[in-house]
Nanobody
Framework: QVQLVESGGGLVQAGDSLRLSCAAS????????MAWFRQAPGKEREFVAA????????YAADSAKGRFTISRDYAKNTVYLQMNSLTPEDTAIYYC?????????????????WGQGTQVTVSS
């Protein structure tokens, strides 16, 4: 069973940066894809970015692209999300996800394992 633990969330001001981390443990050898999703109050969970071994990186086609950067340290079984120029619209719970798929999918159904989430709040 894979466990995912996120960290790095917090309260920041608009224009600030944050770096989220997600450490995977237990059965990580079978994980191929890792991703970040987020869920804002009153909204559905949405895809942010994903990374896989063979097919690289994918980002959501919205404001996250160009401001957010996903990276992965395979030796540490950890995925990161560097978030720059944060706006209040980025306020959400950010979830780390992991799955067996080969491609960096934007569908939550492709990820079998989920962390409990880390809160990011951006004040104006």
């Amino acid at each position: 069973q894979v466990q995912l633990v996120e960290s790095g969330g917090g309260l920041v001001q608009a224009g600030d940066s944050l770096r989220l981390s997600c450490a995977a443990s237990g059965g990580h050898i079978s994980i191929n894809a890792m991703a970040w999703f987020r869920q804002a109050p009153g909204k559905e969970r949405e895809f942010v970015a994903a990374v896989t071994r063979g097919f690289g990186i994918a980002y959501a086609a919205d404001s996250a692209k160009g401001r957010f950067t996903i990276s992965r340290d395979y030796a540490k079984n950890t995925v990161y999300l560097q978030m720059n120029s944060l706006t209040p619209e980025d306020t959400a719970i950010y979830y780390c996800a992991a799955g067996l798929g080969a491609r960096p999918s934007d569908s939550s159904r492709e990820y079998a394992y989920w962390g409990q989430g880390t809160q990011v709040t951006v004040s104006s």
